[in-house]
C-alpha cells in the first residue's frame, strides 16, 4: 500500500488509507473518493487543525472526482478496530494524537458474543456407553461397583451379530426365575428330602486341584451322544459322560470322565477314569458345563465352558478338546 505525506505547520502526518476511512482531529477534514473500489490503493491524509485536505491515489490510477466534505469532529468509529498496523507517529505529535485515541477508547467495546452452553455429558464412571446403558437399565447402583465389575460390563456387547442360535438374555433369565419361583408346572422342580441323598460310588475319586482323594460333588453332567439322532453312544461297550466335579462349598468346578457298561443303570456300577485336564488345576481357570460326540475315527469331541476368572472377572468362553481313550473289558482310560 502507498503511503503519502503532507507537511502541515511543519509537522508531518503519515496515514494510510485502511486506518485514515473516517478519523479526524479536533475541526479536521476528510476528502472521501466515492471511485475507491476493491482493487483502488489509496491514501487520504488527515492534517492537524489549520492544514488542508488532500486525497491522492496510487499511481496510475485514475484521480478521483470526489470534492472534500467538510466533516465535524466525531469519534472514531468502529472500523477502525479492523485497520491495518497503524504507523507510529513521531514523537511531536503524540499530544495531537491523543485526542483521538482517548476517543476511540471512549468508545463501548462492543458485547463478545456468547458461547453456547457445552453438551455435558453424564459421567460414565469408567464405562463404555454401551455398558452404562446396559447398568441404568438393570438398575445397578454405578457408584458401588468395583473395577472387576467395570471391567465385567465393559465385555459386554449388544451389537455382535449372530448367524445361528438362540439369544438369551438376562431379562429371558429372569423369567425362568420367575416361573420356578411362582412353580410353573413347566419348570417345576420336584421336591425330595436331601437328608436320604447318597452320593454315587464314582464322586469319591483324586480332586483335580488338590490331587487327594475326595468325595466331591456332581455340579452338571451329559453323555457322549451321537451328534445326528441324539442317541446316547455304545463307545466300544461303554456308556460315557463328562461330569463337572468339585469340592463341596469350594472354588472347584473341574470335568471329569465317568463311563459304565452299555445298558447298565445302576449307579453303584459307575466309575470314574479321572479328572480330563489332568491335577493341579488351579481355581481360576475352570471347566464347566458342554456336550460330547464321537468322531469318526473312534476319539471324542468335547466342548465345554473355558470360565477364566484371573482378572477377577467371570470370563467365559467356549472351548473344544479331541479325547483319545484306551480302555478294555474292565476300564477306560
Known amino acids: 500500500m502507498q503511503k503519502k505525506m503532507r507537511k502541515s505547520k511543519k ?35 488527515v492534517a492537524a487543525e489549520g492544514a488542508e485536505p488532500v486525497a491522492t491515489t496510487a499511481e496510475n490510477s485514475a484521480p478521483s472526482s470526489a470534492a472534500p466534505v467538510e466533516t465535524p469532529a466525531s469519534p472514531a468509529e468502529p472500523t477502525l478496530a479492523h485497520a491495518s498496523a497503524p504507523v507510529a507517529p513521531a514523537a511531536d505529535e503524540v499530544k495531537e494524537a491523543a485526542p483521538v485515541e482517548k476517543a ?59 448367524n445361528s442360535g438362540t439369544l438369551i438374555t438376562y431379562k429371558n433369565f429372569e423369567d425362568i426365575a420367575t416361573s420356578l419361583v411362582n412353580r410353573d408346572s413347566r419348570y417345576a422342580i420336584p421336591y425330595f428330602n436331601a437328608s436320604q441323598i447318597e452320593n454315587m460310588p464314582a464322586a469319591r475319586t483324586r480332586n483335580a486341584q488338590t490331587g487327594e482323594v475326595a468325595d466331591l460333588d456332581v455340579w452338571d453332567s451329559w453323555p457322549v451322544q451321537d451328534a445326528q439322532t441324539g442317541h446316547i453312544v455304545n463307545w466300544n461297550g461303554y456308556q460315557l459322560v463328562i461330569a463337572m466335579m468339585g469340592l463341596p462349598h469350594e472354588n ?10 452299555y445298558g447298565d443303570n445302576n449307579f453303584g456300577n459307575w466309575k470314574n477314569a479321572g479328572s480330563i485336564f489332568g491335577y493341579g488345576l488351579s481355581p481360576l481357570v475352570q471347566q464347566w458345563s458342554g456336550s460330547a460326540t464321537v468322531n469318526k475315527d473312534g476319539s471324542i469331541q468335547l466342548y465345554y465352558t473355558h470360565v477364566d476368572t484371573s482378572e477377577q472377572s467371570n470370563n467365559q468362553k467356549l472351548a473344544t478338546a479331541t479325547l483319545n481313550l484306551l480302555f478294555d473289558d474292565q476300564d477306560v482310560r
Not at 486506518?19 to 489509496?42: K, L
Not at 454405578?142 to 455382535?160: G, M, P, W
Request: hydrophobic content about 45%; cysteine-free; charged content about 15%.
Open 11 to 45: 509537522k508531518w502526518i503519515v496515514v494510510s488509507a485502511a486506518t485514515a476511512g473516517v478519523m479526524a482531529v479536533g475541526t479536521s477534514s476528510v476528502v472521501a473518493a466515492d471511485s475507491v473500489g476493491a482493487n483502488a490503493q489509496e491514501a487520504v491524509l
Open 252 to 261: 472347584d468346578q473341574h470335568i471329569y470322565l465317568l463311563y459304565n457298561k
Open 104 to 162: 476511540a477508547a471512549s468508545q463501548p467495546a462492543a458485547p463478545a458474543a456468547s458461547p453456547a452452553p457445552a453438551q455435558i455429558e453424564p459421567a460414565t464412571r469408567g464405562l463404555s456407553k454401551q455398558a452404562y446403558e446396559v447398568a441404568k437399565e438393570a438398575g445397578l447402583n454405578l457408584a458401588n461397583l468395583t473395577e472387576a465389575q467395570k471391567v465385567a460390563l465393559n465385555r459386554v456387547r449388544k451389537d455382535l451379530p449372530s
